[in-house]
């Protein structure tokens, strides 16, 4: 950990006060942008940001892979531990956020049963939501050939697992509607929300059509619910373009 640093590492990265994080302003960059916007409101967080544009590789340099051997985006680095601590993978940078910086579970949970449910609707998100979509993305948007079978196979899960948000949105089983993804009840706005809304509201952008929409009525309720918020807006606006 003691080199996490070298000469090539921007200087606003090793010489940030406390947290710093290095994003673009994909849906992984959006959840951990979001959170910290909503720790602005609550506590008052300051963190600083370097913004990099993945189409140049940047983040396959040695002075990133040193913070995430993953070579992706989002990165979250705090200086304020000692020696200073880097997490990968957007889950994980929310929930080393919410153990550190957010000490009254303002978006997550006291109870251990709704922890537990607060991680699974993250996990579910993080592994079984944005691998499909982004696939979806890549083989309609990116892919040099269109291959129709991996159009179909990604989108088709894709609408499975919006389909499972909108059974646990919708009460369907439980006969209690939620309006949040985790928590007893009607659920709480967590950081599983966070992490699962970047992506699902971009449904128009990855192709999906109303009318494949119409068949998640909570689904679409919850995005704008979600979208209303003032911490969530700043998390996905201009201060996080490229200029
Ligand atoms: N599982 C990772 C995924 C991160 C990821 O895929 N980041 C993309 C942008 S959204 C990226 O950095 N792509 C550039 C690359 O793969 O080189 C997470 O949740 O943080």
């Known amino acids: 950990m003691a080199h996490i640093y070298i000469d090539e590492t921007p200087a606003e990265v090793k010489n940030a006060k406390g947290l710093h ?56 680095v705090d200086n304020s531990q000692s020696p200073p601590f880097p ?28 922890r537990i449910d607060c991680l699974q609707w993250t996990f579910f998100w993080h592994g079984s939501g944005a691998p499909y ?27 499975r697992v919006y389909g499972v948000l909108e059974i646990q949105l919708s009460g369907k089983y439980t006969d209690e509607p939620k309006e949040y993804l985790a928590g007893k009840g009607k659920g709480k706005y967590s950081v599983a929300d966070m992490k699962t809304w970047p992506w699902v509201k971009n449904w128009e952008r990855s192709g999906f059509t109303q009318e494949e929409m119409k ?24 201060a996080y373009q490229q200029s």
Not at 92 to 101: H, P, V
Not at 139 to 157: H, Q
Not at 224 to 237: L, N, S, T
């Open 215 to 238: 068949e998640f009525p909570h689904l679409l309720k919850w995005i704008d619910r979600i979208a209303a918020r003032p911490a969530v807006q700043r998390g996905c606006g201009s």
């Open 133 to 159: 979509q982004g696939q979806v993305n890549h083989f309609t948007r990116a892919a040099k050939e269109k291959i129709p079978y991996a159009i179909e196979r990604y989108r088709n899960e894709t609408l």
């Open 87 to 114: 997490t990968m993978e957007t889950s994980a940078e929310m929930f080393y956020l919410l153990k550190f910086y957010d000490k009254n579970d303002e978006f997550g949970f006291k109870d251990e049963l709704e």
């Open 21 to 76: 994080l290095i994003t673009q302003s994909t849906p992984n960059g959006q959840a951990v942008q979001i959170y910290l916007e909503e720790l602005k409101d609550v506590y008052g967080t300051e963190w600083t940001t370097t913004l990099i544009n993945i189409s140049t590789n940047e983040q396959k340099k040695e002075w990133f892979l040193r913070l995430d051997p993953n070579g992706r985006i989002p990165v979250l």
